[in-house]
């Protein structure tokens, strides 16, 4: 009898036809984000999961759905999953790095380019039939070439960008990082690993790619704007919460700093009233990796995850493998 899944979300047609092929599917044909009530409802009897950053997977859903064994998060961040909690319950937990890598990095260089050179709010001046004369002041923003781009979590998609800055922009690359990287990866960037505070003084454009954690939790708050360079962009494809939003929207209205962007908001897709009014901030709805390849790739990898994960494979891309072995 083939395994029972649940596809939480709508993904691209041939992702749910190639499950279909394989397992008992579910699918969630309207997209309507399920309450924690309805999810746990609905993986009743189910052993697989294909999930999205919208699912909650933690200690009282694992508790109420003892059949789940895996659930694979078509997202590489997994801050919606309770990874101690599925390791209890033998939950094999998956998510997709790698795929969205570059085209995240490139969403990160547009806003971070964006913010600087004061997009959104030029083209809001042009719609709104405000152009009436050239002048040499005009919307002046603040330079990307040259200038120090300062990363503040350099994982595979900090590095990306990284790269970007440092080879397409002539950029100095400054990061922080719990961990330094291994030279050989800084010198060829030529970047420099720095403390916190040390970034956020010298960067010029600030883009954060932490994971979200409670420890990453308003990482950039008030103290932290306060340091920022009053030239200074910050632009957030991180998660929500990783900034103090509120904190921000102060900083922007009262010029602190010059502009930000971000794609990512504490509570989303509500956003914060202040960020709607303050108008050196660009705002775009998390969708940092939405091109059409790389959300094919996303969900094709959390369906290898799910494939290998019930049919007895190696699932390519575990978060807690190793944890679920040490339990035996
Ligand atoms: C996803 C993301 O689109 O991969 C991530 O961590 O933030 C995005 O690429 C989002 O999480 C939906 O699953």
């Known amino acids: 009898m ?4 649940l596809v939480a979300r709508v993904v691209p047609p041939r992702v749910l036809e190639r499950l279909r092929r394989h397992f008992d599917v579910e699918a969630n044909a309207d997209d309507a984000i399920y309450t924690p009530a309805e999810l746990v409802q609905r993986l009743q009897g189910k052993q ?15 508790a109420a759905c003892p059949e ?11 801050n919606n999953f309770d990874i101690p909690a599925c390791s209890a319950h033998g939950v094999l937990a998956t998510n997709t790095p790698d795929v969205l890598t570059e085209t995240t990095a490139d969403f990160g260089f547009a806003l971070m380019m964006a913010a600087a050179r004061r997009m959104a709010e030029s083209e809001h001046f042009l719609r709104h039939g405000e152009w009436k004369k050239w002048s040499w002041d005009l919307l002046t923003g603040s330079d990307v070439h040259g200038a120090t781009l300062g990363i503040l979590g350099m994982g595979r998609i900090g590095q990306a960008i ?4 440092a080879l397409g922009f002539g950029m100095k690359v400054i990061y922080h990082n719990r961990s330094r990287l291994a030279p050989e990866v ?3 960037l ?13 960067a010029d454009h600030l883009v954060l790619v932490l994971p979200y954690a409670a420890a990453s939790h308003h990482a950039i708050g ?3 704007l306060m340091l920022m360079k009053p030239t200074a962009t910050l632009t957030n494809i991180a998660r929500g919460g990783i900034v103090d939003d509120a904190a921000l929207a102060a900083a922007l209205r009262e010029r602190r700093i010059a502009a930000a962007a971000l794609d990512v908001f504490e509570g989303e897709p509500a956003v914060h009233p202040d960020l709607l009014e303050v108008p050196n901030v660009v705002l775009t709805p998390h969708i940092a990796s939405a091109t059409v390849a790389t959300r094919v790739a996303m969900a094709e990898l959390a369906a290898d995850n799910l494939i290998a ?3 007895g494979g190696t699932p390519p891309t575990p978060i807690n493998a190793a944890e679920l072995q040490q339990r035996g």
Do not use: F
Not at 49 to 61: F, H, P, Q, V, Y
Not at 68 to 78: C, E, K, S
């Open 309 to 311: 994960a019930l049919n």
């Open 162 to 165: 990284a790269r970007r800055g």
């Open 2 to 5: 083939p395994a029972r899944i």
């Open 222 to 224: 008030a103290a932290e």
């Open 190 to 202: 030529g970047a420099r690993w720095v403390d916190k505070a040390t970034l956020l003084r010298e």
């Open 68 to 78: 789940l064994r895996v659930v694979a998060n078509m997202a590489v961040g997994y």
């Open 48 to 62: 697989g999961a294909l999930t999205t950053g919208s699912e909650r997977i933690d200690a009282k859903l694992l």
């Open 186 to 188: 800084e010198s060829p």
